[in-house]
């Protein structure tokens, strides 16, 4: 295997080396496949601008020695700009799994096709439907979303392949689409989390894990818990979600504000952008 490009990934907030992205060059509201898609199908997405922001936001990414990879946007996925959901890397190896939905359906071939390109070990979750803003990755725990495009069939079909592996499924309410966008871990202690999208047995499992950092109902809209941890207490986080941002800020993180809120009107922020293929053992 090419040393340059070994993949690994061990937790959310790791300081990340090197990440995989894809430019929305194709970006559109086609078909809603999600709450927010609702809201904002009528004006749809400024491709133009959505490229620009997303410009900005992969330079900011490369100011903070970060490699990243472009795939290449093809016209047939509008949704592409999203690359965590077509897998995820756990260990050595990236896990890729079926696109739920059929506007999204053939996007892992473009993946795994760069990964085969760079002999990069990747595990093909055959038939499964496991996206990757429902796994939420902290040391030996995995926590995954029970979504419209996360089964739980599917979840325990990987649990009996990461025996060494606690995977935990968390069910939400599924208009929230991901699980990144109502809860998110961002250090060994503390997470971001949207209260009302759970039940209190999650909630409860959840408190009793972390130091619960509560996001607003506006701020969940805006993707409050949808922050891109790059470690040393370093994340990207949109300027709006003012609130999270301050909070944050009180507890010593470092924020990055990078302003993609064409990107978000179809309902992904920076997590949803971006596919760590690299994070050291670092934890924070």
Known sequence: MNEELEAYCASEYSK?????VCEPRHMAIRDIINETQKEFMEENIDQARAVEQHAHFTKALEREGIEV????????YPEQVFTRDIGFTLGNTVYVAEMATTIRQGEELILK?????????????????????????????????VSD????????HLQSLLPEYDVIAI???????HLDCVFNV???TEALIFPEAHAKKELDLLASRYDIIEVTKKEQFTLGTNVLSIGNKKLFSLPCNEQVNRKLRQRGYDIIEVDISEIIKSG???????????????KM
């Not at 760069?114 to 725990?141: A, C, M, Q, R, Y």
């Not at 922020?269 to 760590?276: H, Y």
């Open 69 to 76: 990879i472009k795939l290449p946007p093809e016209s047939t």
């Open 113 to 145: 096709s760069w990964l085969e390109t760079h002999d990069i070990p990747f595990f093909n979750l055959h038939k499964n439907h496991i996206e990757g803003g429902d796994v939420i990755i902290d040391g030996s725990t995995i926590y995954i979303g």
């Open 268 to 282: 992904g922020s920076f997590r949803c952008c971006t596919m760590p293929l690299l994070r050291t053992t670092k």
């Open 16 to 20: 990340l080396s090197r990440v995989i």
């Open 186 to 188: 961002i250090s060994p």
């Open 171 to 177: 069910p939400f309410i599924e208009k929230f689409l």
């Open 149 to 156: 495009r996360t089964d739980e069939s599917s979840i325990r």
